[in-house]
């Protein structure tokens, strides 16, 4: 039900957009997050948005560089990632839940993608 890609290898300084199709989790109550785990750390949250729209949320290390947005026509949810950094490589997951409010716990997602690898080299 969940589908990220986009991930690929690039230049520090550069962007990537990810994509997470999100077939069937569309109605206004649910919410999309983006996770990543780099090796041997743990997921972290990157960010989330409600589907409805109203709102957006960003852990502090993305703010001013990454935007989660979102197609309704295309039922998909995009991580917009610019001034990327060799420390943003991880593999990026897209998730979602059926209950609104904003959730920065990987634990809150009951739906999850099967990852995108994204390598920024220095």
């Known amino acids: 039900q969940l589908q990220a890609s986009g991930g690929g290898l690039v230049q520090a300084g550069g962007s990537l957009r990810l994509s997470c199709a999100a077939s069937?989790?569309?109605?206004?109550?649910?919410?999309f997050g983006w996770f990543r785990q780099a090796p041997g750390k743990e997921r972290e949250f990157v960010a989330t948005?409600?589907?409805?729209?109203?709102?957006?949320y960003y852990a502090d290390a993305m703010k001013g560089r990454f935007i989660i947005s979102k197609d309704n026509a295309k039922s998909t949810v995009y991580l917009h990632m610019n001034s990327l950094k060799p420390e943003d490589t991880a593999i990026y997951f897209c998730?979602?839940?059926?209950?609104?409010?904003?959730?920065?716990?990987?634990?809150?997602?009951?739906?999850w993608g099967q990852g995108t690898l994204v390598t920024v080299s220095s």
């Open positions: 998730a979602g839940r059926s209950t609104l409010g904003i959730r920065t716990s990987p634990n809150e997602y009951g739906y």
């Open positions: 069937g989790l569309t109605s206004s109550n649910y919410v």
């Open positions: 948005m409600g589907w409805s729209g109203g709102y957006t």
